[in-house]
């Protein structure tokens, strides 16, 4: 507190914040105590009118439904999402099937199974392997004629790569394509889907979300395709 040495008056320090202080949300128990204080003080001359006070009534009723069904929703939201994180750890330890465009060499042998499954018959699988700067290492050719849509179509890879070489162990990309027809001209795109197996290490969780850990990958529940025991 500071002092006028002219006036000799005192200079009380103002306000430090022009924060509002209260809750500006207008909730049944406040908006009932505002109908309640308009009926007491209005005036006896001039009366609130029924239909007035009807639609007021109507209004509380709808605020009041309003809150209930809200409540009602973060309720069922909290119970799902336990649901879901208890579903997310009682998959730790087993498989799953999940879509994949990638593949990891351990040890000159793929680490995970990868398998491909197509969407209509086809006569040929064209499997690309690229390296971390996207450059072709390897190329496989799959004949595809014998196997049915929806079969599981197994994707092996030595880790030769083109020159006849083996390649360093680490993380690859697949570019998987289907086609019908033999000639070139005539050969016809098959939509095909790349799929791996792999085990669940572990659970995390942001800001609530379960996250499945398997190796270095994270992924969300609603990828996995399919749940295996952990000893398959």
Partial sequence: MAIDPINSTQILPGPTSTTPIGNSAL???????????????????EPQSNEEFIAQ???FAALEASQTQAAQLDA????????????AVDLVGKKVTFETDQVTLEGGAMKDPVHAVLDGPADQI???????????VAKIEIPAADFRPGEAIPI?????????RRVMDGTYTL???????????????????????????????DEG????????????????????????
């Fill in 126 to 136: 064209v499997v690309v392997v690229k390296n971390e700067e996207g450059k072709e």
């Fill in 76 to 87: 069922l939201l909290v119970a799902q999402t336990a649901a879901n994180q208890l579903g």
């Fill in 209 to 232: 979300v379960p996250m499945l850990i398997l190796g270095d990958t994270r992924m969300l529940m609603n990828e996995v395709a399919e749940v295996w025991d952990g000893a398959e």
């Fill in 156 to 164: 092996a890879w030595d880790g030769i790569g083109n020159d006849g």
């Fill in 27 to 45: 909730g049944k128990d406040e908006f009932m105590k505002l109908l309640l204080t308009q009926m007491a003080n209005q005036d006896p001359t």
């Fill in 57 to 59: 009534l109507a209004q």
């Fill in 175 to 205: 570019q998987v394509t289907a086609s019908r027809g033999e000639a070139t001209e005539q050969k016809e795109a098959v939509d095909i889907t790349v799929l791996t197996k792999a085990k669940v290490d572990g659970i995390s969780f």
